[in-house]
């Protein structure tokens, strides 16, 4: 079964700061990975995105992730973050149709303006 | 529009009166899934389904039913509920083959609250 870890649960940053949010995940085969956004009152929505090729995806609002399979590892980032990215980030691993996908517990992000 | 839609967005109801959530998607998706939300704790997945009349255990199934005997249905039945059961509930659903594989589209959402 596949797992998904998320390290920071609770991060606050001041605007213009750089973001880095961990995710690693457990799973032995071919994974589809995920990075999911909710901001406040609404529901889940999906940021990015990785499938197969180029492990450095780009996603909506200026957020990339990078696909590290040695480290099974698909970090978010975003070079300057903005008050509106104030969210809840959720990382997710799936096995191609075969199993269910899998959730992380999920980030909050603060910033401060 | 493509979408997932949930009924009743907001529900209060008393412990062990029997409800149902239901849960409609309009993309021919072949993968359901229910998850709470509760603060601190994350999503968690009740209940999902590879497809029609095939279902299975999330992490926290206790006290929740579902049926997949549509493709575009999965209702969530609470048969008896308790208030540990008040929660945000999310359906969500999505493609098994193709270049949508295991993306998820989320309906709005349902606030449950067991008194």
């Known amino acids: 079964a596949q797992s998904v870890s998320q390290h920071n649960h609770h991060v606050i940053l001041s605007e213009a700061a750089s973001l880095e949010l961990g995710c690693n995940y457990s799973y032995g085969g071919t994974v589809n990975l995920f990075w999911y956004v909710q901001y406040p009152g609404q529901h889940l929505q999906l940021l990015l995105k990785?499938?197969?090729?180029?492990?450095l995806v780009k996603g909506i609002k200026g957020f990339e992730a990078e696909f590290i399979k040695s480290k099974f590892s698909f970090n978010l980032r975003k070079p300057s973050v903005q008050w509106s990215d104030t969210a809840e980030y959720f990382c997710?691993?799936?096995?191609?149709?075969?199993?269910?996908?899998?959730f992380g517990i999920g980030t909050k992000l603060q910033v401060i303006p | 529009e493509a979408q997932v839609t949930q009924n009743p967005r907001y529900l209060i109801t008393v412990t062990g009166k029997k409800l149902t959530v239901t849960c409609s998607q309009n993309m021919n998706h072949e993968y359901m899934s229910w998850y709470r939300q509760d603060p601190g704790l994350g999503l968690r997945q009740i209940y999902y389904s590879m497809n029609v009349e095939v279902t299975d255990k999330g992490d926290v199934p206790e006290g929740y039913k579902v049926s997949r005997k549509e493709k575009r249905n999965f209702p969530l039945i609470l048969e008896s509920p308790s208030p540990n059961q008040t929660s945000l509930y999310f359906c969500?659903?999505?493609?098994?083959?193709?270049?949508?594989?295991?993306?998820?589209?989320f309906g709005p959402g349902t606030r449950l609250t067991v008194l």
């Open positions: 990785y499938f197969s090729g180029d492990p």
């Open positions: 969500a659903s999505s493609p098994t083959l193709g270049v949508d594989t295991d993306t998820q589209y």
């Open positions: 997710a691993v799936g096995s191609g149709g075969y199993q269910k996908v899998t």
